[in-house]
């Protein structure tokens, strides 16, 4: 299998380009369940497995960490928190690397930005996640479903700007606002949901073109969806439980690029169209969103 492409961070370390996640299938699933799929991810070559405090399955993730026997130092482990009102992240951090088995993650991220109750208690969740890499038990910290203006609030008192943004990203969409303030600023950009334009978005005006390429190349239109991220230096974390599919994406979503006309074909016909998954909206009914109104129950 061809090695996986890093992206560079802004604190130096970084990133595969390439993730199992934990969510959406896996979300809240039973430790067995868990580690059969932390399993199933390292076997096909995934070493970058993301998390979350939220997805509640990390002590099942942990669990299929130690039985896979593959050394820390080969893995890349993201998790998340959720960032609600006062919240204690130091807290948080030690119950999640208790939970993984692990000292520390590669990467931390604040999971939302709305949940934290005002601008200022954004700033204060911020504030929390440098201590936590100051102490060393994340090497790099980031953020998840920010906007152009969570980030304003927070660059206004951080020390460290965010290493990435972890987005809902696929050709219907694009939140292209946010993607060009990420570059401008040196933040790297993630997507998750990257398939949805082939499975909860279907059918639309992108379909017919990921079926010609893939077509074109011998691949999947899965890998050509995962490709189209990737191609613009976007991250992305993908999940399956069939083992062919996995090692599909492993080996098939790396052997080719796109023509920067096929990406910007992508791009101009999922324009047509707007979807947006169900993400934000139960994050915001479970833990409030101070930007809608909506309260924590």
């Not at 490709?227 to 991250?235: E, S, T, V």
């Not at 910007?264 to 909206?281: F, M, N």
């Amino acid at each position: 299998m061809a090695p996986i492409p890093s992206l560079k961070l802004n604190d130096g370390h970084e990133i595969p380009m390439l993730a199992y996640g934990f969510g959406t299938a896996n979300f809240m699933g039973q430790d067995e369940d868990m580690v059969k799929a932390t399993l199933l991810a390292i076997d096909n070559g995934f070493y970058h497995l993301d998390c979350a405090e939220c997805y509640k399955n990390e002590a099942g993730v942990g669990a299929g960490i130690k039985a896979s026997g593959v050394d820390r130092s080969k893995l890349y482990v993201t998790t998340k928190v959720v960032g609600t009102i006062d919240q204690d992240v130091a807290a948080a951090i030690d119950a999640s690397l208790s939970k993984l088995g692990l000292d520390y993650v590669d990467l931390y991220l604040l999971h939302v930005p709305f949940s934290a109750g005002s601008p200022e208690g954004l700033q204060k969740i911020w504030a929390q996640m440098e201590a936590v890499q100051a102490a060393g038990k994340a090497r790099s910290i980031g953020v998840s479903n920010f906007e152009v203006e969570d980030f304003d609030i927070i660059l206004k008192t951080a020390k460290v700007v965010p290493a990435i943004n972890q987005i809902e990203y696929h050709p219907y969409l694009q939140q292209r606002d946010v993607v060009d303030f990420c570059r401008k600023k040196g933040i790297a950009v993630s997507a998750y949901s990257p398939l949805a334009a082939l499975t909860a978005a279907r059918p639309g005006p992108v379909d017919e073109t990921y079926a010609e390429l893939a077509s074109k190349y011998g691949v999947s239109e899965g890998d050509i969806a995962l490709r189209w991220c990737l191609d613009q230096n976007i991250a992305v974390v993908t999940t399956s439980k069939s083992d062919e599919r996995l090692r599909g994406f492993r080996t098939n979503t790396l052997r080719f690029k796109l023509e920067p006309e096929e990406i910007q074909k992508i791009s101009d016909l999922g324009t047509q169209k707007h979807y947006q998954g169900i993400g934000i909206h139960f994050m915001s009914v479970h833990y409030g969103n101070y930007k809608t109104g909506q309260a924590a129950p």
